[in-house]
Nanobody, 122 residues
């Protein structure tokens, strides 16, 4: 069974950091682009960052530039999202998704995880 599982979410104070993980089972991530998306309450799903199979990455949201870093460890079949200087507006459910190329559009990805909650609040 093909599956993506996110972990690492939680409650953090403004200015804090979290590292999210996206682990794959049932398939290898080596040949996929992996995107991170987030969804705030009452809003649509927004692309955050994406890393291509070759390792290059792009930001999908201007609001996270300089604060979020995406990386991948193919040996562990896992992609990470390091989030620093977190703000209350970063609050939401964070999803990872696998696709053939990086895109900020939800239909561009074939496989999705169940999401992990990130709450930034004092």
């Amino acid at each position: 069974q093909l599956q993506l599982v996110e972990s690492g979410g939680g409650l953090v104070q403004p200015g804090g950091s979290l590292r999210l993980s996206c682990a794959a089972s049932g398939f290898t991530l080596d040949y996929y682009a992996i995107g991170w998306f987030r969804q705030a309450p009452g809003k649509g799903r927004e692309g955050v960052s994406c890393i291509r199979s070759g390792g290059s990455s792009i930001n999908l949201a201007d609001s996270v530039k300089g604060r979020f870093t995406i990386s991948r460890d193919n040996a562990k079949n896992t992609v990470y999202l390091q989030m620093n200087s977190l703000k209350p507006e970063d609050t939401g459910i964070y999803y990872c998704a696998a696709g053939r190329g990086c895109s900020g559009y939800v239909p561009g990805y074939s496989y999705w995880g169940q999401g992990t909650q990130v709450t930034v609040s004092s």
